[in-house]
């Protein structure tokens, strides 16, 4: 059975040659990551290309995330330096010492303060502060390396969500057509909705990840996932935030807050951090990995492992290899439609229980893959593919868990779906199938069973003895799903 979580690679420095994002394809790469807080638009535009123009070799549909930078304090430009444990370093605006150009970050710091670089690898205490400079003591021995965040434990940046950067970074984004867009070090779920409105102006159907990397993020977690289309476990900023042994709870509540909103979610940061240098991972990267998919993850993210790593392609193999282990003989928990659900929700979770009761494939059509969503949401045991209408959303749909775009194709009625999927070798003689269209106001033919049969020996499906498809039972609605074609019914006729 194929893979059904998903493996996504950050594309950088030592992956963005078109042959190495070929190979990582090859090896299990899902999608790809563009990180703006690096790199040129001009970079960013010639990976794109690539991988668009792998799409059309491959015959898959490949989503491009685009990372925005968001409203963190980096480091400026400067030549790495090795840090020995006590030694003192100078961090300064402009001129002396480390620069750290950024007027928040002097307003914030404090004597006694942590502030942390490279994700909370290297700790330092403040021990002098004076306007626009800070002199830090190292904590703990490691490399200070230009362009990388610094945060302060236990506080937070008064930043807007959206910066300048942001929103020029947004623009080209747009204009390329990227999949999905990461909102970085997101705090409410108005950070969120700011991001929907700036896509919408600029005629943006991307969906939104929320990366969850900030302590109030994390108190407002459930208020996020809601509102975003799929949210992200950002382990490196989190690990400078909190203490290291709360990272396994953060990361809990984080997926959690997905699961139970039906929300893709995905983990990323330090997963095979060893492999920035060696080809092989350590056990406990295998177990983290293993860990985060058997905890309810959708989609694991590599990042620096293939954006600067000098095993890019073996990173990637590793990583799917896991994930499939983690997969094998594994029944993932499955969420009840909660207080707040939708009768979408219903209804998605009794498409997956009726396929699963009769042992057929579910042939779904997604208009704007808000369908698809529900489905991989209560992980059906079964094969699902999807029809979309364009290559975005079908792109956007690939990454969800478990879900096979199966082309594209103009809007489908039932018997549509039934003859694409003969037409197209999913399905063949003998195939059971549940089909399925996204509800949506007034149709009136949402979900039929079919048993396909040879050609020419009339029409497939389960009949009933008046010779229309028998309307099946759902054990979770308790009650007959409406036929598809039976006469004189209606949404609104009165159930007999």
Do not use: C
């Amino acid at each position: 059975m194929a893979r059904r979580a998903r493996v996504l690679a950050t594309l950088g420095p030592a992956s963005d040659d078109p042959g190495v994002i070929e190979a990582m394809a090859a090896a299990g790469a899902d999608g790809f990551r563009l990180n703006f807080s690096h790199g040129t638009h001009e970079e960013k535009a010639a990976e794109i290309a690539a991988v668009r123009s792998l799409e059309g070799r491959l015959g898959r549909f490949l989503p491009i995330i685009g990372d925005l930078q968001g409203p963190t304090v980096r480091l400026g430009d400067f030549q790495p330096v090795q840090v020995p444990r006590g030694s003192r370093v100078v961090l300064s605006k402009e001129g002396e010492g480390v620069p750290v150009p950024s007027d928040e970050f002097f307003r914030l710091a404090e004597v006694g303060d942590v502030v942390t670089f490279e994700g909370g690898r290297i700790p330092a205490r403040v021990v002098e502060k004076s306007g626009s400079r800070a002199v830090v003591e190292i904590m703990v021995e490691g490399v200070l390396a230009p362009r990388k965040t610094v945060a302060i434990r236990g506080k937070e940046y008064d930043l807007p969500s959206l910066t300048d950067k942001d929103e020029a970074d947004l623009r080209f984004i747009a204009e390329h057509g990227l999949d999905y867009v990461a909102l970085s070090f997101v705090r409410t779920r108005d950070d969120v909705r700011r991001l929907r409105e700036a896509l919408s102006e600029l005629g943006s159907d991307a969906w939104i990840v929320a990366k969850i990397e900030t302590i109030p993020g994390v108190e407002n977690a459930e208020g996020i996932a809601e509102e975003a289309d799929a949210v992200l476990v950002a382990r490196g900023d989190l690990g400078a935030k909190f203490p290291l042994e709360e990272m396994p709870f953060v990361q809990s509540r984080i997926l959690e807050a997905a699961r139970s909103r039906g929300k893709p979610s995905i983990v990323a940061t330090q997963l095979l951090d060893s492999m920035m240098e060696n080809p092989v991972p350590t056990r406990s990267e295998v177990v983290d990995i293993f860990t985060a998919v058997r905890g309810g993850a959708d989609a694991v993210l590599l990042t620096g492992e293939t954006a600067a790593g000098r095993h890019p392609v073996e990173s990637v193999d590793w990583a799917s290899r896991i994930v499939a282990r983690a997969e094998e003989g594994y029944s993932p928990g499955r969420s009840s439609p909660g207080k707040d659900s939708t009768i979408y929700d219903s209804f998605a979770l009794g498409v997956v229980e009726l396929a699963e009761s009769i042992g057929a494939r579910i042939i779904a059509y997604s208009h704007g893959g808000h369908t698809a969503m529900r489905l991989a949401r209560y992980r059906p045991s079964v094969d699902v593919y999807v029809f979309t209408p364009n290559e975005g959303v079908a792109r956007r749909v690939s990454m969800l868990w478990g879900i096979r775009p199966a082309g594209i194709a103009a809007d489908l009625d039932l018997e549509g779906l039934a003859a694409e999927a003969r037409r197209r070798g999913i399905a063949g003689e003998g195939d059971r199938l549940v089909l399925v269209r996204g509800m949506r106001s007034g149709a009136t033919d949402l979900l039929r069973v079919e048993a396909l049969r040879p050609r020419g020996s009339g029409r497939s499906g389960a009949r009933s003895r008046r010779g229309y498809p028998r309307a099946p039972r759902s054990a979770l609605l308790g009650r007959a799903v409406p036929r598809a074609h039976g006469p004189g019914w209606s949404p609104t006729s009165p159930r007999k």
